[in-house]
């Protein structure tokens, strides 16, 4: 089994989603800028106003992302 590590940012209101996509657009270019290999970035709908964007790896490479982002949260991901 593997596990994942999550670097999560929460989004609430009625324009929680856009938000959401907004924030994960940026997180996608840090990824791309950096070359920062087998690390994902979405999105998830946890209620109509509440939405999160989060990046996803291995927890070693997350920790070191996390000092420089600075998420409001973090998770691990059991696959």
Known sequence: MSTLHRLIWDFRGP????FA???AK???EYINME???DISCDI???TPMR???YMQGEKQKMESIKSI???QFEASIKL
């Open 15 to 18: 324009e929680a989603q856009h």
């Open 21 to 23: 996509k907004h924030h």
């Open 26 to 28: 940026h997180l996608r």
């Open 35 to 37: 070359k920062l290999e």
């Open 44 to 46: 998830q709908e946890l």
């Open 51 to 53: 939405w999160i964007a």
């Open 69 to 71: 982002l600075k998420p």
